[in-house]
Structures are given as C-alpha cells and as structure tokens.
C-alpha cells in the first residue's frame, strides 16, 4: 500500500526554521513529481512547491527566496527547508507525489509561527 509520512512540523516563533520531511513507501512505480500545499484554518489549500525527479523545482510567489524544496529520489523522500517563517504561514502542510498510477496524498502535519 503506497503511504507518504511527512515529520518536521511543529511550533517556531517568526524568523525561524523548520525542515519537513516526506517519506513514500510501498510505491513500485516511479514518481514524476513531489511537493507540498498547505491549508491553514478556513482558508483554501495552497500549493507551496514541487520538486521533479529531474530536478525541476518551482515555488509559490509567496514563499520563493525563503522555502527549499529537496528530493532524494533514492529514498522517495522529498523535504522542504523553510526559513525566515511568518506567522501567515501557520498551516497544515501536506506532501503530494505524482506517478503514473495516479497521486498520492500524505496526512499533513501542522506548522505553527508565532509572532
């Protein structure tokens, strides 16, 4: 059964740090494309970033120059380093990857900017 387990959430005052992680198992296939949205409370999912196992990463406007997104293809794992956090950026984060047996969600785990 195809899981992806994201880590790396938690609370972080503004200016700070955090490193999610996104791990994919039981996949056979090969994975084209991973990356994260984020959902905070009350308000629309928002794509955050991708990464292509080529190598191809792109970023929302509203995080570019402070997130990076990672793939360790090898391990199907994908991490987003996030720097410079703002309390806007308080929000459930969830890791995708796209195949072509179709995509895959993970649980989301919950980040949290104090200002």
């Known amino acids: 059964q195809v899981q992806l387990v994201e880590s790396g959430g938690g609370l972080v005052q503004a200016g700070g740090s955090l490193r999610l992680s996104c791990a994919a198992s039981g996949i056979s296939a090969s994975i084209s494309v991973m990356g994260w949205y984020r959902q905070a409370a009350g308000k629309q999912r928002e794509w955050v970033a991708s990464?292509?196992?080529?190598?191809?990463?792109n970023y929302a406007d509203s995080v570019k120059g402070r997130f990076t997104i990672s793939r360790d293809n090898a391990k199907n794992t994908v991490y987003l380093q996030m720097n410079s956090l703002k309390p806007e950026g308080t929000a459930v984060y969830y890791c995708?990857?796209?195949?072509?047996?179709?995509?895959?969600w993970g649980q989301g785990t919950q980040v949290t900017v104090s200002s």
């Open positions: 995708y990857a796209h195949m072509v047996i179709g995509s895959k």
């Open positions: 990464a292509t196992s080529g190598g191809t990463t």
